[in-house]
């Protein structure tokens, strides 16, 4: 469906993100990676979606050379638990840490989206909420230990073993969580180009 309606666009996916790219193969979006640095820093003010949004627009900033047949797509992932934004563990303690501190909690999960063009700019986000269980301090061992949760804002994977033993209610966008609010993504594209 897309892959036909984007035929004369090319699709630049700023993420380095396994998760993100197989969405857009499974959503059959064809696309090039080209990720750009930025340094990830928001005013402390903001919150929420607030939070994802300002660096989703920020990793668009570093594209400045754009030609008309392009879209750039960039997007944000936090974890916002007592309405604060929690980004990647740097090491194991801190990931246990993260975890323990969702365990028995419903927490929030902020995606947002930027579509960019050489003429404009759209953005887009989606916001769950992930209930887990009472964790114990083996369930949480076991699973930093094994999956290394390092590269996950809030320190965990919906799709791994601690959401699959752990994850009691989820309300909102299942894949929002994985990475990215397909749904969005793909009524987005839609409307920018018919």
Request: hydrophobic share 35%; net charge neutral.
């Amino acid at each position: 469906m897309l892959n036909e309606i984007l035929k004369n666009k090319q699709i630049i996916l700023a993420s380095g993100s396994p998760r993100r790219q197989e969405f857009f193969k499974d959503l059959h979006i064809p696309f090039v990676i080209d990720v750009r640095p930025v340094t990830e820093v928001y005013p402390k003010h903001l919150k929420g979606t607030e939070i994802t949004d300002y660096l989703a627009k920020l990793k668009a900033d570093a594209f400045k050379d754009l030609t008309n047949d392009q879209i750039l797509i960039t997007s944000d992932t936090i974890v916002s638990n007592d309405g604060i934004a929690m980004g990647k563990p740097k090491n194991t303690s801190e990931a246990k840490q993260m975890i323990a501190s969702l365990s028995g909690k419903t927490h929030s999960v902020e995606t947002s989206v930027c579509f960019t063009t050489a003429k404009d700019q759209k953005v887009v986000h989606s916001s769950t909420k992930v209930t887990f269980k009472k964790l114990s301090e083996e369930e949480i061992d076991f699973y930093v230990t094994h999956y290394k949760p390092f590269d996950k804002a809030g320190g965990y994977a919906i799709q791994e073993w601690i959401g699959f033993i752990g994850i009691t209610h989820i309300e909102g966008s299942y894949f929002n969580v994985v990475g990215l609010p397909t749904h969005l993504v793909y009524n987005t594209l839609t409307e920018l180009i018919t």
